[in-house]
C-alpha cells in the first residue's frame, strides 16, 4: 500500500511502519537526484524557463472562504502561491489539469495546520487531518470521486515524489507547495513571472511563521518527523525567498 494515498491514510491515521519509512527513502533519493539533475541543467544552460504564465486561481467562494476562516494570512497565501507556481510548472510542463480541483486541493490542503483540523493521538499526521477533513467538506460540494481526488492529492502532498500517475493535480499540489516552502524547480520559473506571483499573494514572513507551525506537527513515526530528522526545516530556512 502506498504511503500517503486515502487508502493507506484510513487504516494507519499517518502512523509509518518500517516498509513505508523505506518507500519513504526511496522517495528521497529519487528527489534528491532529480534536483541535481535540475541543477546541472541550468549551470549548462539547458533548463527551459516559462516567462509567462496564467497564475491567478479560478473563484471557488466556498473553498477560499474556508481556507480564510480557519487560516492566518501567511496560511492562505502560501496556498495561493501553491496554486500559482503548480499552475505555471503545468504550463512549461505541458500538463493539461482541472483549475478548479487544483484550487481546491490547494486552498484546503494545509487544514490539518490549523486548531480545528489538528492532528490527534489516533490521527497523527496533519497532512492525514486535513485530507481526511477536507473530504468531509468536499461531499457537501462535489461528486464523490471528486472530494476523493482532493482528499488523496491532500494526503500524498508530504511526499518526497508524487507522480503525475498519481493525479495530475496531486502531482501540481507536490510541486507548487515545494516550490513555495523550499524554492524546488523555482528557476524554471522566469524571475519577473515569479515576482509576479510574490506581488499577488505576499509571503508575510513564512519562514518565521512555519517553524512552530511544522515543530509541532512534529510527532512520532509521521512524514513530518521523518522529514523533520533529513533537515527540512533547515532547508526552508535556505530557500532562495527574503522570507
Known sequence: MKVGTLEWSRAT??????????????????SLLGMTAQTWRKRLGLARRI???E???????????????????????????SYAFGALLAQRDGLKFDRELLAIICLLHDLGFTPEHAPT????????????????VCRQHLDERSADRVAEAITLHLNSVVSVQDGVEAHLLRQGSACDVIGARLGQIDRPLRERVLQAYPRLDLKRELRPVFRACDRPRTRTAFLCRLGFLQRVERAPFPT
Open 121 to 136: 493521538p489516533e490521527m497523527p499526521c496533519f497532512a492525514v487531518s486535513g485530507g481526511l477533513a477536507a473530504h468531509r
Open 13 to 30: 491515521g499517518g502512523r509509518l511502519s518500517f516498509g513505508d519509512q523505506v518507500q519513504l527513502v526511496g522517495q528521497t533519493l529519487v
Open 51 to 53: 516567462r509567462v504564465g
Open 55 to 81: 497564475f491567478a486561481p479560478p473563484e471557488v467562494p466556498w473553498a477560499f472562504q474556508l481556507c480564510q476562516q480557519l487560516s492566518p494570512d501567511w496560511l492562505v497565501n502560501h496556498c495561493l502561491r
